[in-house]
């Protein structure tokens, strides 16, 4: 079991950054993988990016690419989504995810096990 707790959003104007951050409890978090996922208003939960267990493998939607560095820290059970050149279409709630298997389905929500209550991110234009 793990709990997760994201901080690091806020309000930031159009090309600038933040950097989220995901806490996870317990013993197990480097058997993880995780995830970043995003909500906007009215729309479907989307996949941002994915990080492996060892962090050796990241993944990125093509929407985010060149932009965002997903990163963890083993050690202090943290995940990390570095998010420059932000867009207004970018708004929304981010959730970070935690997933067990390590699926190779890593964009898909359903294979995450446990969410954080995620934390808002608002890119003003």
């Known amino acids: 079991q793990v709990q997760l707790v994201e901080s690091g959003g806020g309000l930031v104007q159009a090309g600038g950054s933040l950097r989220l951050s995901c806490a996870a409890s317990g013993r197990t978090f480097s058997s993880y993988a995780m995830g970043w996922f995003r909500q906007a208003p009215g729309k479907e939960r989307e996949f941002v990016a994915a990080i492996s267990t060892s962090g050796l493998r990241t993944y990125y939607a093509d929407s985010v690419k060149g932009r965002f560095t997903i990163s963890r820290d083993n050690a202090k059970n943290t995940v990390y989504l570095q998010m420059n050149r932000l867009k207004p279409k970018e708004k929304g709630v981010y959730y970070c995810?935690?997933?067990?298997?390590?699926?190779?389905?890593?964009?898909?929500?359903?294979?995450?096990?446990?969410w954080g209550q995620g934390t808002q991110v608002t890119v003003s234009s």
């Open positions: 995810a935690a997933d067990w298997s390590e699926s190779y389905y890593y964009s898909r929500s359903y294979v995450y096990d446990h």
